[in-house]
């Protein structure tokens, strides 16, 4: 399938993604998975906005990272920056600042491996890796050669490139 095919299709709030040309149909996450993404979109939401930085957004929303070789994922959460903001339109057509995934016991190895290659070779700024299980948040800086992580738990201050001045701890995050 192209992307232009995948992007076609009826709008829905089914999760799928189109992976070098295959379409993936996904189940929907738990609810334990979207407390935490709500939780932290908001957080993030509320820093943006009294920030003027630019807009976060939640999944379901298509972000295509290569046209040309059919590529659109569903991050759980995006942020992108106020002076990028002509990538959003329909969908969102290049690479966020930021990408979060908020892992389930089935998709860890999928975002600590193919999810965070795509995200760093399509550009992504920063990706997070938020685990509910193990309550920590992982930030990888994706601008480096070979992506770095570091992780935050409990009263650790989150901290990150694209957000340099957000005072959220790790804690924060898993508090419903």
């Known amino acids: 399938m192209t992307t232009w095919e995948y992007l ?5 709030i089914e999760r799928r993604e189109l992976k070098w040309g295959t379409l993936v149909r996904e189940p929907a996450p738990t609810y334990g998975h979207q407390a935490v993404v709500t939780n932290l979109a908001a957080l ?15 999944s379901p929303v298509d972000v295509v990272l290569d046209e040309s070789r059919n590529l659109v994922l569903q991050p759980d959460i995006i942020f992108v920056s106020r002076d990028r903001l002509s990538i959003l339109r329909d969908r969102v057509w290049g690479a966020p600042d930021l990408a979060v995934e908020v892992i389930s016991p089935g998709s860890a190895g999928y975002d600590r491996g193919d999810k ?4 760093a070779d399509g550009g992504v700024r920063e990706y997070w890796i938020v685990d509910p299980r193990a309550r920590r948040v992982e930030v990888f ?16 201050r989150v901290e990150s490139r694209v ?9 924060d995050v898993f508090e419903l």
């Open 8 to 12: 076609a299709g009826e709008e829905t």
């Open 141 to 156: 800086d994706t601008t480096a050669a070979a992506p770095t992580a570091t992780a935050f738990e409990g009263d650790a």
């Open 44 to 58: 993030l939401t509320n820093y943006v906005k009294a920030h003027d930085l630019g807009r976060v957004c939640v």
């Open 163 to 171: 957000f340099s001045g957000l005072d959220l701890r790790a804690r």
């Open 116 to 119: 965070l290659r795509w995200y």
